[in-house]
T-cell receptor
Framework: AQSVTQLGSHVSVSEGALVLLRCNYS??????LFWYVQYPNQGLQLLLK??????LVKGINGFEAEFKKSETSFHLTKPSAHMSDAAEYFC??????????FGTGTRLLVSP | DGGITQSPKYLFRKEGQNVTLSCEQN?????MYWYRQDPGQGLRLIYY???????QKGDIAEGYSVSREKKESFPLTVTSAQKNPTAFYLC????????????FGQGTRLTVV
C-alpha cells in the first residue's frame, strides 16, 4: 500500500530564508505526487503536482518540488519565505486506486 | 464559478444525535471524497464514491454513512455510533483519473456539546 511520510510536524524559518519541507513516499508503482497548502479553518489548495515528465515541478506562490525516484522523495522548496507562507502543508500520493493518501502535515512558521 | 460547497461551516451536535454534512460540487467530477482532519493526524479517508449510487468505505468509516444519489451531491451523516465526532470534515472531488488533483471544499467544523 502507498504511504507518505512528512518529516517534521513544525518547521520554523525567518522571512527571506529558504523553505524546505520534506516528503518521502512508499509506492510499489510509479506514483502521482501532490503538495497542498491549508490556511486556518479552510480547505486544501493545490500547490503543485508531479505526474510524468520533468522531475522538477513548479507551482504557485514560488514553490517548487523535485521528484527523486532513487530517494523516493518529493521535497517542497521556496527560495525566500514570506510571512504569507505561514500555513500547513500536506504531501499526498495517488497510485491509481482513486484515493489520495496524505501525510500528517507540516506547519510552516515564518518569523519577521 | 465552479467549485465545492460544504455546509454548514460550523455545526454543533448533542450526544446521541445524528447530523448530516452537506457537500455539493458543480465541477462535473465523477469521484467524491470525505476526509476527517484531527490535529497532528493529517487527513483520513472516511468514504469515497467513484460513480452515482456507488461508494466505498475508507480507512475510518465506522460511525459514518453516505449516499450518492446525484453526481453533484455526496452528503455525510455522522451517526450516534461515532464515539468521537468532534473534528474538521473536508469534502473533495476529482476527475476519474489518478493524475488529476482533488478539489476541496472549505470544510465543516463539527463539535459535540
Amino acid at each position: 500500500a502507498q504511504s507518505v511520510t512528512q518529516l517534521g510536524s513544525h518547521v520554523s524559518v525567518s522571512e527571506g530564508a529558504l523553505v524546505l519541507l520534506r516528503c518521502n513516499y512508499s509506492s510499489s508503482v510509479p506514483p502521482y505526487l501532490f503538495w497542498y497548502v491549508q490556511y486556518p479553518n479552510q480547505g486544501l489548495q493545490l500547490l503543485l503536482k508531479y505526474t510524468t515528465g520533468a522531475t522538477l515541478v513548479k507551482g504557485i506562490n514560488g514553490f517548487e518540488a523535485e521528484f527523486k525516484k532513487s530517494e523516493t522523495s518529493f521535497h517542497l522548496t521556496k527560495p525566500s519565505a514570506h510571512m504569507s507562507d505561514a500555513a500547513e502543508y500536506f504531501c499526498a500520493v495517488n497510485t491509481g486506486f482513486q484515493k489520495l493518501v496524505f501525510g500528517t502535515g507540516t506547519r510552516l512558521l515564518v518569523s519577521p | 464559478d465552479g467549485g465545492i460547497t460544504q455546509s454548514p461551516k460550523y455545526l454543533f451536535r448533542k450526544e446521541g444525535q445524528n447530523v448530516t454534512l452537506s457537500c455539493e460540487q458543480n465541477l462535473n467530477h465523477d469521484a467524491m471524497y470525505w476526509y476527517r482532519q484531527d490535529p497532528g493526524q493529517g487527513l483520513r479517508l472516511i468514504y469515497y464514491s467513484q460513480i452515482v449510487n456507488d461508494f466505498q468505505k475508507g480507512d475510518i468509516a465506522e460511525g459514518y454513512s453516505v449516499s450518492r444519489e446525484k453526481k453533484e451531491s455526496f452528503p455525510l451523516t455522522v451517526t450516534s455510533a461515532q464515539k468521537n465526532p468532534t473534528a474538521f470534515y473536508l469534502c473533495a472531488s476529482s476527475a476519474d483519473s489518478p493524475n488529476t488533483e482533488a478539489f476541496f471544499g472549505q470544510g465543516t467544523r463539527l463539535t459535540v456539546v
